[in-house]
Nanobody, 124 residues
């Protein structure tokens, strides 16, 4: 089992920045990709970004590309999501998850061991 704990959420004005962290413990899978998803009120959870274990590849949702950056520190088992130029539509609960097996994908069914989420609220 892998335990994931997200942190770094909060309230920020539009145009501001936040950095989310996802700390992994337990039987960590440092050689698998990590991903960030988000769920806004009344909406389904959606993919945000993912990064392979060795930085060989990253994926971003079109809505965040150029504003968000995903990274990871395998020595600390932490995955980050740097969010810049935040918009009110970025308001959501943000979750991290571990990719199942090798490769990288942008759909939920490829991910497991979800964290409890961290709330991000962007005011206009």
């Amino acid at each position: 089992q892998v335990q994931l704990v997200e942190s770094g959420g909060g309230l920020v004005q539009a145009g501001g920045s936040l950095r989310l962290s996802c700390a992994a413990s337990g039987r960590t899978r440092s050689r698998f990709a990590m991903g960030w998803f988000r769920q806004a009120p009344g909406k389904e959870r959606e993919f945000v970004a993912a990064v392979t274990w060795n930085y060989g590849g990253t994926m971003y949702a079109a809505s965040v590309k150029g504003r968000f950056t995903i990274s990871r520190d395998n020595t600390k088992n932490i995955t980050y999501l740097q969010m810049n130029s935040l918009k009110p539509e970025d308001t959501a609960v943000y979750y991290c998850a571990v990719h199942r097996g090798p490769g990288i994908h942008n759909t939920e069914n490829y991910f497991e061991f979800w964290g409890q989420g961290t709330q991000v609220t962007v005011s206009s």
